[in-house]
């Protein structure tokens, strides 16, 4: 009797205790970001880490001392944004503000902005590069302003150009002559690749070579078959793989950035992200502007970054200021180190247009409009995009190079 | 007299209640945190949910798509069933060795135990980061090594064949919590036990198997039924290290459902395979649960006959 | 115990190789941290950095705040650690000690939560969590410790199976309610298998990235592990500032390892006696 009793009021003071810590925890300040004071807090995530994280807090600050009615509070998720943010989404509980640049996944939940555009002027949306904006929509609808941007060049290593004899590539070059280069830049020996790229390529960047060759994967219709396996198209990746077979290309396991930085890789296509990482990394480089094809050219797809606004967030005016001020010719000068500026003024009072290396970079913008990514074609385009890695890596992979007209016919199916 | 009675019959019935309140925390707990999610899960499992809009109710449609319509589940289910029956038996045989190891009385075990140790506090980030660097086939430390005895390396993460084996070398590395627990579950026999049997003349190998093999029983069990999970539900490493590749062959069950929820934007579908999944394991720890009365043996039983006699207690 | 020659020379010689597979990537990880940007990527490879930059260690902690991200890990891992260690105990003595209706279905189910596939949970957990207005703080992460992990009571379970019956015959002879039973005489019992408890929550604690990720915004909120991953962006990764946190974050679940060791090594065996 006692024991049954003694039980039953030991367990139920620990589960009383159990409760009070429960409620303790719950009873504190509240984990949502609540508006202090008047001011509206608007919440903005980045997916940028370290350095230019820290520049972004600082700007972010600014922002918070010099408006009196809106907080803005930052939060950083790195290269697991799009986890973050669709679990965000599905739960309701979006940022308000948040970067973005695969607009046709998430458009239903960004808000349009083309009215909010509207109001600022004519000349607000004119200071952006033109062919930014057809990144940051969907469906005809401006979803994002954009914050940056990167083309696609080529990374040579100057100190493997110089101890071969090769001359260093000039804007304006073809495929034939990188090649060339390549075939003389190549030291087996030494473990010298004259060219690498990846060997599961993002389809999204790989694109911009069919487009350099008059083809792409998809027509305006949607059809895969008759473009992905179109003579131009094939002739594009038959192209790659000799370089492969012919021994003086490799493939990488990533983008090739780890490769470039070993020294023993002497050129590769990549964004700008390269240029801080290897120059850290000590590599004497410059950038080139993608070889031209044959009978083709040299196109860019354009891998953009832009700023948009939740369509559930309740607080889209404080976070339409906050945009404005992001985008803004100060923010862009600020953010110089770490993006290509986006805003036509900015370029011309930095005088972007004479950097050695950033030249090149809008050049190829410059070269690359009016193209369009299959990815802002069709609404399937995830499912695409991992097939036609699957194909890519089958063209690719040492174990089984296969035959590219085989595979992209399958593929096109 | 009646009242008595009755007095003795409100004991026994919150007698009875007992256990029932000892274990409560879990009962609570699995009513404030898991039925919810769980359930929801299960209902999404019946819709298209693309995430960014509405979900809408299709009936059985995403599990029709999944058994007929999807090449890529019964791919991905295929690799995963045989990573784990390689790799779950690899893995239980290695942290025993090493647990034995560690239990070994020779100078220096203690280092050796948290050198063992060390790898399962690492975090999962940096060993995906080590591992692709000491698996790159052209700049890697492992090719390197390789290339200095004068052995051409494979092609790590590049061949199909070897990609799995690199994915078991690295997830191996990990093992330091499964040896710690058979660590712990070594540490609690009796030297006693021992010293009789050194008596009697048992070499360390037969008293391995007549003592301590069947006496950490208990926590083989339940290092076979967690690293059962664990490998069917395996994605961290293969997300990191591989993606999926290359080819698609370590294109995991995890990955596919990871993928399916977070890339294509599919959590109806995404429900539907987890669940799927959820309902294999299910099975399986069953199936393993029913076998454990024939080889798990808890230490009271067998204990129980030298004990009556030599302590009486 | 005599012990061969021979027996002693495998024995070493599999410790030894079982070091290098294990100590092999970790030292790796270590001179990486150590190294300047040009030395790590060099190739052919540098083992040993030409100057040894411990600078490396005080460059990443200060690039973020980690200072208030150590504070939130150790409140977590402290929290959910005392948390684990009273709910896992009472709920595995509850499984493990009584017989009771339903026992075998609730183990069942007990089971079946350790299974739960995070990926379609996640959001609908977060949407509870929402709810009860914890996103953003460090409940989601702390207070369902106090109602038990699947994982622990399971292995706690299984420790309890083996000990013998008579305890609690003697313990109800002495006079001892259940409760008293519970806390006075198997608490002490279950030291060791608690240790390991203790030991293996603190590890995924400490490096649970996921939770952290999905529950926390603000970045004052954030914790050690979700520090280390940011500095992993979507197309450069920070090698040496990763490596550098990675040897920080060690040390603790290393003491304490150390230190847990010694309550291991007294076992259950030894408590009963």
């Known amino acids: 009797m006692l024991r049954v009793k003694g039980t039953g009021k030991s367990l139920l003071i620990t589960m009383l205790l159990v409760c009070l810590t429960l409620t303790a925890c719950g009873g504190g300040s509240g984990g949502k970001a609540a508006d202090q004071g008047g001011k509206q807090t608007i919440r903005f995530a980045t997916w940028d880490s370290e350095d230019n994280l820290t520049l972004q807090q600082e700007l972010i600050d600014q922002f918070n001392e010099t408006h009196t009615d809106i907080q803005v509070s930052l939060e ?27 607009y046709p996944t998430y458009k ?31 469906d005809g609808q401006i979803l994002g302003l954009p914050v940056g941007y990167t083309t696609h060049v ?158 559930e967030s309740s607080k889209k005016d404080a976070a339409w200021e906050f945009i404005k001020f992001w985008t803004s010719e100060e923010a862009n000068k600020a953010r110089i180190d ?28 410059e070269m690359s409009e009016k193209y369009t990514p299959a990815s802002f074609k069709v609404d399937n385009w995830s499912e695409i995009s991992e097939n036609l890695q699957l194909a890519f890596e089958q063209i690719f992979n040492p174990s089984t190079l296969m035959d590219p007209k085989t595979v992209l016919d399958d593929a096109a199916q | 007299m009646e009242q008595a009675a009755k007095r003795f019959k409100r004991s026994r019935r919150l007698g009875k209640w007992t256990p029932y309140l000892f274990i409560s925390p879990w009962i609570v707990g699995i009513l404030l945190f898991t039925v919810g999610p769980l359930i929801f899960s299960l209902i999404m499992s019946f819709f298209n949910w693309p995430v960014t809009s509405k979900p809408k109710f299709i009936g059985l449609d995403n599990y029709s798509k999944m058994f007929t319509d999807d090449p890529q589940f019964y791919k991905s289910l295929w690799i995963t069933l045989k990573f784990a029956v390689f790799y779950v038996p690899l893995s239980l045989g290695i942290s025993l060795i090493l ?44 090719n390197y090594a390789l290339s200095l005895l004068g052995i051409e390396g494979p092609k790590w993460l590049v061949d199909p064949n070897s990609a799995i084996i690199s994915i078991v070398i690295a997830s191996a590395w990990g093992v330091g919590t499964m040896m710690l627990i058979f660590y712990t579950n070594i540490k609690g026999i009796s030297p006693d036990l021992y010293e009789s049997a050194a008596i009697d003349g048992a070499g360390p190998f037969r008293q391995f198997r007549s003592i301590t093999l069947p006496l950490i029983t208990p926590t083989l069990f339940f290092n076979l039924i967690t690293s059962t999970i664990s490998a069917l539900q395996q994605l961290t490493l293969v ?10 062959s370590t294109y995991f069950y995890g990955l596919f459902v990871y993928n399916n929820a977070f890339k294509h934007h599919k959590l109806g579908y995404a429900s539907a395979n987890a669940w799927f999944m959820f309902i294999i394991i299910l099975l399986l720890t069953a199936l393993i649960f029913r076998s454990s009365s024939v080889w798990v043996f808890y230490e009271n039983e067998v204990k129980n006959k030298p004990a009556r006699g030599g302590k009486g207690k | 115990m005599k012990t061969s020659a021979w027996y002693k020379t495998i024995i070493y010689s599999l410790l030894v190789l079982f070091s290098v597979y294990f100590l092999f990537p970790f030292i790796w990880i270590v ?67 009584y017989e009771f209706k339903f026992k075998n279905g609730l183990f069942i189910l007990l089971l079946a939560t350790m299974m739960i596939p995070w990926d379609v949970t996640m959001i609908p957990l977060y949407m509870q969590f929402n709810l009860f207005g914890w996103i953003n703080t460090l409940k989601p992460l702390i207070i369902p410790a106090f109602f038990g992990s699947a994982y622990y009571v399971f292995l706690l379970r299984q420790f309890l199976m083996g000990v013998p019956k008579e305890l609690e015959h003697a313990a109800k002879i002495d ?63 920070q090698i040496i500032p990763i490596m550098s946190i990675t040897i920080l974050m060690i040390i603790p679940p290393v003491i304490a390892f150390l230190f847990a060791q010694k309550y291991i090594v007294e076992g259950i065996s030894g408590a009963i006696k």
Not at chain 1, 269 to 287: C, K, P, Y
Not at chain 1, 338 to 365: A, I
Not at chain 3, 36 to 46: I, N
Not at chain 3, 205 to 212: A, K, M, Q
């Open chain 1, 108 to 138: 239903d939940a960004l808000e349009p902005l083309d009215s909010y555009i509207e109001q600022e002027g004519g000349s607000f949306k004119d200071n952006f590069y033109e062919t930014l904006w057809n990144y940051n929509s969907a």
């Open chain 1, 338 to 365: 770490y993006e290509l500026p986006v805003l036509k003024t900015v370029v011309e009072s930095e005088q972007l247009q004479n950097d050695d290396m950033k030249r090149v970079f809008y050049h190829m913008l």
């Open chain 2, 99 to 142: 647990a034995l190891l560690i239990t070994q009385h020779v100078k220096g075990v203690k280092i050796f135990r948290t050198i063992f140790y060390l790898p399962a506090v690492v975090s999962g980030v940096a060993v995906s980061i080590i591992w692709g660097w000491i698996f790159n086939t052209k700049y890697g430390i492992l």
């Open chain 1, 154 to 311: 080529v990374y040579y290593n100057k100190d493997l150009f110089d101890a071969a004899g090769v001359p260093y590539p000039q804007d304006g070059w073809t495929w034939a002559d990188l090649q060339e280069a390549a075939k003389k830049l190549s030291d087996k020996a030494e473990n010298i690749s004259g060219f690498a790229f990846s060997g599961k390529p993002d389809p999204y960047d790989f694109e911009m070579f069919l487009w350099g060759n008059g083809a792409s994967y998809i027509d305006d219709q949607g059809n895969l078959e008759g473009n992905l396996n179109s003579p131009k198209s094939i002739e594009v990746l038959t192209m790659f793989q000799n370089m492969l077979k012919e021994g003086y290309a490799i493939t990488t396991e990533g983008s090739g950035a780890t490769e470039m930085k070993s020294g023993k890789v002497a050129m590769f296509t990549n964004g700008a992200w390269s240029i801080a990482s290897l120059r850290e990394a000590g590599i004497n480089f410059g950038v080139v502007e993608l070889p031209k094809f044959k009978d083709g050219s040299a196109v860019s797809v354009v891998s953009s970054s832009g700023i948009s606004m939740s369509k």
């Open chain 3, 175 to 237: 006079g001892a309610n259940d409760f008293q039973t519970y806390s006075r005489i198997f608490m002490p019992i279950m030291k060791a298998p608690l240790t390991l408890i203790a030991v293996l929550n603190m590890l995924s604690v400490w490096n649970d990235y996921l939770g952290p990720l999905i529950f926390l915004q603000d970045r004052s909120k954030y914790t050690l592990a979700l520090g280390l991953a940011a500095f992993k962006g979507v197309h450069e990764l």
């Open chain 1, 76 to 102: 950083a998720y790195g290269s697991d944004y799009d986890t973050k943010i669709t679990a965000g989404m599905g739960a309701k509980d979006a940022p308000d503000v948040m970067y973005m640049w695969n």
């Open chain 2, 239 to 248: 997300l990191l290290l591989t993606n999926g590749g290359p080819l698609k």
């Open chain 3, 31 to 97: 001179l990486t941290a150590l190294k300047t940007e040009a030395e790590v990527y060099q190739y052919p490879l540098v083992f040993f950095p030409s100057e040894w930059k411990f600078s490396n260690f005080i460059d990443a902690w200060n690039a973020q705040p980690f200072s208030k991200y150590l504070l939130n890990s150790v409140t977590i891992t402290v929290l959910t650690t005392i948390g684990q260690i009273i709910s896992c105990s009472m709920i595995a003595y509850g499984f493990s000690r």
